[in-house]
């Protein structure tokens, strides 16, 4: 006697198998994951302080933030 | 165009193109889960079929959507890595909780709603469908959290250490979940979601009227999408009244700029359109006072006092404070392990003036302007365009409730065609929230210019381009096949998604 299969395998398992009209929805979805993880993530969007320290990030933004338009600055009095 | 420009417009149609996914999720949720309470309370298999159709759409429209959401964290990683990491430790809590929920609520009960209908109970269903609608919604509770807190930081304290805003205590983290701006901004969001499932579900069903097909069920779907848009235009009222006053206390530049008000005063009155007002009608919107006070960009500029008697800087004094924070930054970085003691007083002279910070990176005083003429007229889209819907929706829910839809043929060409302006209301919307506040990331703290890396435009323009390219193939698919459904009409395949 075979055991029993946990609900959520068999509900996914069933779904995805005897599915009519979301077939090309499934497929949408893993071509959209495919491109943004396989080709934009990896070629277009590197996080720019990727293998960066906490510490270096620190520095990095923080020489950002403090470099301020000192010259230009204009106020009105 | 530099390289803050491409960014901005790059993530701006990131966000806008995420936006046409999640307000129809939100709507349709709601319209189905009312529509299957509907079948399991009278046990009647017509309200069954309608959810089935109507959850056909959801599904066509969350595959497309789905997703859409990360790309904004790819930029945030890419294009504003210094906005990324000043928000970090603030961002974390709310962007985990998100994701967790948003994965665990709604792919399991997304799963159930869809395989389920012949292997839960009919009350299982029923639960599963409201909560995949109660796990998009939190979601976005999450989400609008974080940008309530861009809006009008509260709970966090700046580390010169770190150099980011972060929340020291659990009190702080409650204090950014129950910050004012996000959470009328998400009543005014989920609600807003409501009034597009809404005025979606009557649109379609519109045209299946003007088509002379499918009679019952889409005067039906019309009566129940129309109730739930009109719940949700009144709660966007509601919502919307306490985000004005919210604009007013906040972000009084976004509100002035929204109003294109030079010089304000007590008793100010509302723009409709340039050279029609109605006097005192600001001042009540936006104080609840007939005579409140009212700042205009003129009274931002050069300071002025609040209906409470506190007296608000010029934007030149700001500038100054900004500056003075800058530096006491730049000093406590400098000697914070090689003289503590001149650390220490830089850093007093920093927690005094932090709160203007973001400032000191101005160039001029004239910086802090938003582009007037398009949150002006883009708010007016917003509101006109937002009571057209409403007017729509209650004459569709009228006749469709005396049976006499079709003998109103300029109602259901007007319905459908309200399909592309309910976007464009609030696509609005967001051009006020986000353009309003401009030049800041996180309002006075950090404007675009320092949060973006250090990119070169021609990069970013290349994704700009790709990503365009990508979002109109996949937009053009989801409407298609969205297009497909909707001829074909719900005699529904019932049992199979």
Redesign the interface.
């Known amino acids: 006697m075979g055991r029993r299969q946990p609900?959520?395998w068999?509900?996914?398992r069933?779904?995805f198998k005897?599915?009519?009209?979301?077939k090309?929805?499934?497929w949408?979805?893993l071509l959209?994951?495919f491109?943004?993880f396989a080709i934009?993530?990896v070629f277009?969007?590197?996080?720019?302080?990727?293998g960066l320290t906490?510490e270096q990030?620190?520095e990095r933004?923080?020489s950002?933030?403090?470099q301020?338009?000192?010259d230009?600055?204009?106020?009105?009095? | 165009m530099d390289v803050v420009t491409w960014s901005r417009i790059q993530f701006a149609m990131t966000a806008a193109y995420h936006w046409l996914f999640v307000p129809l999720t939100l709507g349709l949720a709601l319209v189905m889960a009312v529509m299957e309470t509907l079948y399991v309370v009278k046990k009647d298999e017509f309200w069954k079929k309608t959810a089935q159709f109507w959850m056909?759409l959801f599904?066509?429209n969350f595959?497309?959507g789905?997703?859409t959401g990360?790309?904004l964290e790819?930029?945030f990683?890419?294009?504003w890595?210094?906005y990324s990491?000043?928000v970090g430790d603030m961002f974390g809590a709310p962007l985990a909780i998100e994701g967790i929920l948003a994965f665990f609520l709604e792919a399991?009960f997304f799963?159930?709603m869809?395989?389920?209908w012949n292997?839960v109970s009919k009350r299982f269903h029923l639960a599963s469908t409201w909560l995949t609608g109660i796990g998009a919604t939190i979601s976005a509770f999450w989400i609008l959290v974080a940008n309530g807190w861009m809006q009008n930081p509260v709970g966090t304290t700046f580390n010169?250490?770190?150099?980011?805003s972060e929340m020291a205590s659990a009190a702080a983290f409650w204090e950014v979940v129950s910050n004012p701006v996000a959470v009328s901004k998400f009543f005014h969001s989920v609600t807003s979601g409501w009034v597009t499932g809404g005025v979606f579900v009557v649109g379609v069903s519109a045209w299946y009227l003007l088509k002379g097909r499918e009679k019952k069920f889409a005067t039906k779907s019309m009566l129940i999408g129309g109730l739930v848009g009109l719940v949700g235009s009144a709660a966007v009222m509601l919502s919307g009244d306490a985000s004005g006053i919210h604009a007013a206390e906040f972000q009084p530049m976004k509100l002035a700029a929204a109003e294109g008000l030079e010089d304000g005063g007590k008793g100010a009155a509302f723009t409709i359109v340039p050279g029609i007002k109605v006097p005192h009608m600001l001042s009540l919107l936006a104080t609840h006072d007939w005579n409140g006070y009212v700042p205009g960009i003129n009274d931002i500029?050069?300071g002025y006092t609040d209906n409470e008697g506190n007296v608000i800087p010029?934007v030149?004094d700001k500038?100054?404070m900004g500056?003075t924070a800058?530096d006491a930054?730049?000093t406590y970085?400098a000697n914070k392990d090689t003289n503590p003691e001149l650390a220490a007083q830089a850093r007093e002279v920093l927690d005094a003036n932090v709160q203007y910070m973001g400032y000191?990176?101005?160039?001029?005083?004239e910086d802090v302007i938003p582009p007037v003429g398009v949150v002006f007229w883009a708010f007016r889209f917003m509101v006109g365009l937002g009571m057209l819907l409403a007017l729509v929706l209650l004459l569709s829910v009228w006749f469709a409730w005396k049976g006499k839809l079709e003998n109103y043929r300029w109602l259901l060409w007007t319905a459908l065609w309200c399909i592309p302006l309910v976007y464009i209301c609030g696509q609005s919307g967001w051009i006020v929230a986000e353009v309003g506040r401009q030049p800041w990331t996180i309002q006075g703290l950090l404007p675009v210019n320092?949060a973006i890396?250090?990119?070169s435009a021609g990069t970013v323009k290349?994704?700009f381009f790709?990503?365009l390219a990508?979002f109109a193939l996949?937009l053009v698919?989801e409407i298609r096949?969205m297009l497909r459904?909707i001829r074909k009409g719900p005699e529904v395949?019932p049992e199979?998604?």
């Not at chain 1, 005897?18 to 979301?22: A, E, K, L």
């Not at chain 2, 010169?160 to 980011?164: F, I, K, M």
Request: glycine fraction near 6%; aromatic fraction near 12%; charged fraction near 15%.
């Open positions: 609900f959520f068999t509900l996914y069933d779904g005897n599915m009519t009209w979301g090309p929805l499934i949408i979805i959209k994951i491109i943004l934009l993530r277009f969007f590197k996080p720019a302080m990727r906490d990030k620190s933004v923080g950002h933030l403090t301020f338009p000192s230009t600055l204009t106020l009105n009095d | 056909k599904a066509i595959a497309v789905i997703a990360i790309i790819f930029e990683g890419t294009n890595s210094n990491w000043f399991t799963a159930v869809f395989f389920g292997k010169p250490d770190t150099v980011r500029l050069n010029s030149a500038m100054a500056r800058l930054l730049a970085r000191g990176h101005l160039e001029k005083p320092v890396s250090s990119l290349t994704t790709v990503f990508v996949f698919i096949i459904a395949e199979k998604l």
